[in-house]
């Protein structure tokens, strides 16, 4: 569903230690390397990418979304560099509840040092702030404990009203939420 707050231009955020930023065909490499990794396939239903091409098609698909206003991703950046480290993103958006799903990649060799803790702190603002979402949901495979402890430690909850889905190769998911009063709430 196309949602009327989406800017005109995906804004760059930065944190401390990030840039969030547009994807560009620059990232082609990135984005292979991450997408072409048994690591990031582990816990979705994807296989690993074997092309440059595929890699140019997932950033054409992800340009695409967000220019027909239905979701919206970020490269990401170690501040110093410009080499995309992983990527974030907002989709399948609820107008009626003001509610959309969040997902994330992060290179195997920059993950278990807070990047990702860092890029959803920040989405999950803009979110909140900029979009006026009222929740955001993840989905999560149920071995995939780096993300599920992402997604606690800024205060989601797993919905137990969810029925398990299996959307990765061998494992069912968990529904993840957190809602804007919880955030709040937290802050």
């Excluded at 239905?70 to 003001?98: P, Q």
């Excluded at 920040?122 to 989905?139: D, E, G, R, S, W």
Aim: hydrophobic share 40%; net charge positive.
């Amino acid at each position: 569903m196309i949602h009327p707050l989406l800017p005109s231009t995906i804004p760059t955020i930065k944190t401390k230690r990030l840039l969030l930023r547009a994807l560009t065909m620059m990232d082609l490499e990135a984005i292979f390397q991450i997408r072409s990794s048994k690591n990031f396939t582990k816990y979705t239903a994807r296989e690993p990418i074997k092309t440059l091409d595929e890699a140019k098609g997932i950033i054409e698909m992800i340009q695409s979304i967000f220019a027909k206003k239905e979701g919206i991703s970020w490269a990401m950046n170690i501040n110093e560099s410009t080499k995309l480290i992983g990527s974030i993103g907002v989709w399948k958006f609820d107008n009626s509840l003001n509610v959309a799903e969040i997902g994330y990649d992060l290179n195997v060799k920059h993950q278990g040092k807070g990047y990702m803790h860092e890029a959803l702190h920040a989405v999950l603002h803009f979110c909140f702030t900029t979009l006026n979402l009222k929740k955001i949901q993840a989905k999560v495979d149920i071995e995939n404990h780096a993300s599920k402890k992402c997604l606690l430690k800024h205060g989601f909850s797993r919905d137990s009203t969810f029925v398990d889905q299996v959307i990765t190769k061998y494992n069912p998911t968990h529904l993840y939420t957190l809602e804007k009063k919880s955030l709040i709430s937290s802050s």
